[in-house]
Every structure is written in C-alpha cells, then in structure tokens.
C-alpha cells in the first residue's frame, strides 16, 4: 500500500506532526501553572537524551520528519525539563528557609 515514496515522506510528516504537537499542551500548562511533581526527573531526562538522538540519527540519514519532529520535541521537552529542575531548585530553596 505504502509503495509510492512520496506517501511514505508524507506519512512521517504526518507521524512527527502527531507526536511533536502532543508536547505543546505539556510544555504550555507547565510553563503556565509551574506544576512539575507529577513528571519523573529521570523519566523526563531519559526521554530528552533519546530524543537528541533520534534527532541525531535524522541528520546522519537527512531524513527531514525525523530531523523537524525531534528538534522540536527536543526543545519542547528540555523546556520541561528545565522547568522542572528550575522549580525544584526554588522549592528546596524555600524549604532550607523555613525550616
């Protein structure tokens, strides 16, 4: 079915489109409402090393939905990342205050 290597190029599109939006609404309630106990700092580290890799793996094929998608996904999960790291700091901060 999937023979013609135009439709194949437009499904990964499609696939990076998918799973690259999925990040948005994350990334946007984290950065809006500060919430990060309920993401996993090992979880959310291991996932952004992988995604710089699959991002590097689609530079080294120049394969283009893998190439758009990571880079995206890649700055949309170290931003949540960051965030969760930055906010935790600020926590313990607190903390160590009031104690």
Known sequence: MLS?????????????AL???SFVPQAVLTLRTREVSGISTGMY?????????????????GAWPIILANAI????ATTILCTK???????????????
């Open 45 to 61: 580290t291991s996932f952004t090393l992988g995604v710089a890799l699959w991002f590097v793996y689609g530079l080294s094929l």
């Open 73 to 76: 996904t890649l700055a949309l």
């Open 85 to 99: 790291l930055v906010v935790e700091k600020q926590r313990r901060a607190r903390q160590v205050r009031t104690d």
């Open 19 to 21: 799973t690259t939006c």
């Open 4 to 16: 013609s290597p135009d439709l194949i190029e437009w499904t990964g599109y499609a696939a990076a």
